[in-house]
């Protein structure tokens, strides 16, 4: 969203909430998630003071103790002070609060980008530990995946996504995910000599790949994951798989980038993205 959409969107927010309407037609619970709402826009378009009030109204209404108004009382202190100030008062909330426990991991995730390698790995660290205590938050594996490729630990990033697809398996971007980092985990084999286990690689890799495009026909991402992958196990120097069905799978690809293209049915970085695979991939 754009500044212009984002200033435009609070506006009618503090139109609707000042109006007196959003009192009169909604009920308590969803006048306070209104409020909520108001607080994150008024924090986005730097209206600090109007933040802080709808932070009042919400302590006054749920109590200071709040888990929920925690993590808004920790969101203030980020925009208004400075982020080791709001770590501080994140970590003296109980680790139960998943919330506040999120916030502090956004954190580490803000200052890990240009802290110590310790910073980095206490963001990796705390991601595990979230996980560890709510396996079934699809969300925290798939940024602790990101952390692990961002580290080029691509076997451990596999795992995370593969925990995701468990979670949300008709994730077309996700299966998509898992073929790229498979394509990058071979090329690591490759050069370390091990072939056997790199073509393996490959083979799964273009096998989400086409997972990605049985669940999202023109998925030009997938499409270009099936080429290369496809390519790239025919340019083995002895593949032990079926060399046919590759090429079979190669072709289907490249026809059906090329009509993506043809037919200009994507966006145009995609646009972009086909072509360039369908030049690089003949």
């Known amino acids: 969203?754009?500044?212009?959409?984002?200033?435009?969107?609070?506006?009618?927010?503090?139109?609707?909430?000042?109006?007196?309407?959003?009192?009169?037609?909604?009920?308590?619970?969803?006048?306070?998630?209104?409020?909520?709402?108001?607080?994150?826009?008024?924090l986005l378009t730097s209206h600090d003071v109007e933040a802080a009030a709808i932070l009042t109204t919400l302590s006054d209404r749920f109590g200071s103790g709040s888990p929920r108004v925690a993590v808004l009382e920790a969101l203030n202190i980020e925009a208004t002070e400075t982020l080791a100030k709001a770590l501080e008062f994140i970590d003296k909330r109980p680790e139960t609060e998943i919330g506040a426990w999120k916030r502090r991991i956004a954190i580490l995730k803000t200052t890990a980008g240009s802290a110590p390698a310790t910073m980095k790995t206490q963001y990796v660290t705390e991601l595990v530990k979230l996980v560890d205590h709510v396996p079934s938050d699809a969300e925290a594996w798939s940024e602790l995946a990101h952390a692990y490729i961002d580290a080029g630990l691509y076997s451990q990033a596999l795992f995370a996504l593969h925990e995701v697809l468990l979670l949300v398996p008709l994730a077309y971007n996700i299966n998509a995910l898992v073929g790229e980092i498979g394509l990058k985990f071979s090329s690591v084999l490759q050069s370390q000599g091990s072939t056997a286990l790199a073509e393996d690689k490959l083979v799964e890799a273009v096998k989400f790949f086409l997972r990605s495009v049985e669940l999202c026909e023109d998925y030009v991402r997938g499409w270009t994951g099936v080429l290369v992958g496809s390519t790239r196990i025919?340019?083995?120097?002895?593949?032990?798989?079926?060399?046919?069905?590759?090429?079979?799978?190669q072709e289907m690809a490249r026809k059906q980038l090329q009509k993506i293209v043809d037919t200009k049915d994507a966006r145009a970085e995609d646009l972009a993205a086909a072509e360039m695979v369908l030049k690089n991939y003949k």
Not at 10 to 37: H, M, P
Request: proline fraction near 3%.
């Open 1 to 42: 969203m754009s500044p212009s959409e984002l200033t435009a969107l609070y506006e009618r927010s503090y139109a609707f909430i000042t109006s007196g309407t959003a009192a009169r037609k909604l009920e308590t619970g969803e006048l306070y998630s209104v409020f909520e709402l108001h607080f994150y826009l008024a």
């Open 234 to 249: 025919l340019q083995q120097s002895k593949p032990t798989a079926d060399v046919k069905l590759y090429q079979l799978v």
